[in-house]
T-cell receptor
Framework: IAGITQAPTSQILAAGRRMTLRCTQD?????MYWYRQDLGLGLRLIHY???????GKGEVPDGYSVSRANTDDFPLTLASAVPSQTSVYFC?????????????FGPGTRLTVL | GQNIDQPTEMTATEGAIVQINCTYQ??????LFWYQQHAGEAPTFLSY??LDGLEEKGRFSSFLSRSKGYSYLLLKELQMKDSASYLC??????????WGAGTKLIIKP
């Protein structure tokens, strides 16, 4: 692994189903982030983690949960998917736990909820 | 409210120069980023400005005026591979990163 990876690449999901998007980084970065990107809107922060064992809510956290059991992994779970969660999801990481640090992004997961 | 404004789309010619503007109204300011995002790919870091003035990095330069709430990204000697979206993002007083919707740059031969 080099950098940050996400799985799956894309997914079509029935409304009401539970789904976990996976994110793994091998850069030993402290901070990790989950964003969603929708046409015509900027990246919107869903949840973040400044270090392993801690998480925080971003701008649009409702309907999503995260965990950070270790430094490398930061999964995002949709407990009961709804069509408005159709989006492209990006995971990112940064070396420090503040906004000054460059963020490195994964390739994204394209999720469609029907 | 917090707001970052960028043009939705711009067109330029290969070999030319283009300036992409970003204006922001945020609760405080602690720095500004520019990222590049090719279609279907992840954003990648281009530049970071926290002080007024011009930062040059090869064919790309980024300018900041904090008093005017304004930044621009200048791309010189445009190449076809520069066709992408360019995202402006501001760190506000709470150290949260606020993203603009991005400017789609189309390069024509």
């Amino acid at each position: 692994i080099a950098g940050i990876t996400q799985a799956p690449t894309s997914q079509i999901l029935a409304a009401g189903r539970r789904m976990t998007l996976r994110c793994t980084q091998d850069m030993r970065h402290n901070a990790m982030y989950w964003y969603r990107q929708d046409l015509g809107l900027g990246l919107r922060l869903i949840h973040y983690s400044n270090t392993a064992g801690t998480t925080g809510k971003g701008e649009v956290p409702d309907g999503y949960s995260v965990s950070r059991a270790n430094t490398d992994d930061f999964p995002l779970t949709l407990a009961s998917a709804v069509p408005s969660q159709t989006s492209v999801y990006f995971c990112a990481s940064s070396a420090g736990d503040n906004s000054y640090n460059e963020q490195f992004f994964g390739p994204g997961t394209r999720l469609t909820v029907l | 409210g917090q707001n970052i404004d960028q043009p939705t789309e711009m067109t330029a010619t290969e070999g030319a120069i283009v300036q992409i503007n970003c204006t922001y109204q945020t609760s405080g300011f602690n720095g500004l980023f520019w990222y590049q995002q090719h279609a279907g790919e992840a954003p990648t870091f281009l530049s970071y400005n926290v002080l007024d003035g011009l930062e040059e990095k090869g064919r790309f330069s980024s300018f900041l005026s904090r008093s005017k709430g304004y930044s621009y990204l200048l791309l010189k000697e445009l190449q076809m591979k520069d066709s992408a979206s360019y995202l402006c993002a501001v760190i506000d007083s709470n150290y949260q990163l606020i993203w603009g919707a991005g400017t789609k740059l189309i390069i024509k031969p």
